[in-house]
């Protein structure tokens, strides 16, 4: 069980604080136990009950030393540059790898589409949307994971990436 004031990340939802553990206040008479939960980085006042059972992958947040020597490895990673004409396919390609929860994965599936987005870019092409998507998921997810754990902002953690990243070209 988690503590409350810890950050996990919950499913494919993101980063969240445990803000209580107990019963929602709109059922009592369930003897089911439930975290009570505040997205990290989203603004408003957005609780989300999750069982404390869920079969929903539920993780602890990495440390910095983590975080850090994740965004050190970039220029190191050489992910397979996946490609299909067929939109089922590449979706399930990258649910292979968001599927993971792991952050080094998430990292990955980022190279990937940043160096699609050199090669479209070097033959006068768009990226294609589900590519973008899933960009977007990856770094939403990594990001604020990484913020967390460093305690800062997930645009820092972005920019710290997208340098990392240029150190290819």
């Keep these: ?27 009592r008479n369930n003897d089911k136990v439930y975290y009570q939960l505040s997205p990290a980085f989203a603004g408003g006042n957005e609780k989300i009950f999750v069982p404390v059972d869920s079969p929903v992958p539920i993780r602890r947040t990495v440390d910095p030393d983590t975080a850090n020597a994740c965004i050190e490895k970039v220029p190191e990673m050489h992910p397979t540059i996946f490609s299909s004409s067929k939109p089922v396919q590449l979706t399930e390609h990258y649910r292979q790898i968001t599927d993971t929860y792991d952050p080094e994965a998430y990292l990955s599936l980022i190279k990937e589409v940043y160096l699609k987005r050199q090669y479209a870019d070097q033959h006068h092409r768009k990226l294609g949307l589900i590519d973008q998507r899933f960009l977007d998921f990856a770094e939403n997810i990594v990001c604020s994971e990484f913020a967390v754990a460093l305690k800062t902002d997930p645009e820092k953690i972005r920019s710290q990436i997208h340098k990392q990243m240029e150190k290819l070209s």
């Design 1 to 27: 069980m988690f503590e409350i004031g810890s950050y996990i990340l919950y499913g494919k939802r993101g980063v969240c604080r445990v803000d209580g553990i107990g019963h929602p206040s709109t059922n």
